[in-house]
Nanobody, 121 residues
Framework: QVELVESGGGSVQPGGSLRLSCAAS????????MAWYRQTPGNQRELVAS???????NIADAVKGRFTISRDNTKNTVSLQMNNLRPEDTAVYYC???????????????WGQGTQVTISS
């Protein structure tokens, strides 16, 4: 059974920084894609940043220049460094991974439980 566990959320003032981390555990054969999404009440989940095994990244325009995504393929982890945070960054942040479980070898999407990020003065 595969599990994504997030950590690092919290509450900071505008202009502050937070670092989110996500670790994938279980019987994993290969991870193709890892990403961070966020969601606010009444809105759809939106992509914040993503990264492939090859190291290519995609950052949403709303956070470009402030957020950085990084991945450790040896540890099956992905992190999101968030700097110069703004009130509009307040959301629940979700880790996402597309991976193959060793038992089935079928690609499947997995999600973390979500971590709250609140930016407020």
């Amino acid at each position: 059974q595969v599990e994504l566990v997030e950590s690092g959320g919290g509450s900071v003032q505008p202009g502050g920084s937070l670092r989110l981390s996500c670790a994938a555990s279980g019987s994993i054969f290969r991870i193709f894609y890892m990403a961070w999404y966020r969601q606010t009440p009444g809105n759809q989940r939106e992509l914040v940043a993503s990264t492939t095994t090859a190291g290519s990244t995609n950052i949403a325009d709303a956070v470009k220049g402030r957020f950085t995504i990084s991945r450790d393929n040896t540890k099956n982890t992905v992190s999101l460094q968030m700097n110069n945070l703004r009130p509009e960054d307040t959301a629940v942040y979700y880790c996402h991974a597309q991976l193959q479980e060793a038992a089935t070898m079928v690609p499947y999407d997995y999600w973390g439980q979500g971590t709250q990020v609140t930016i407020s003065s």
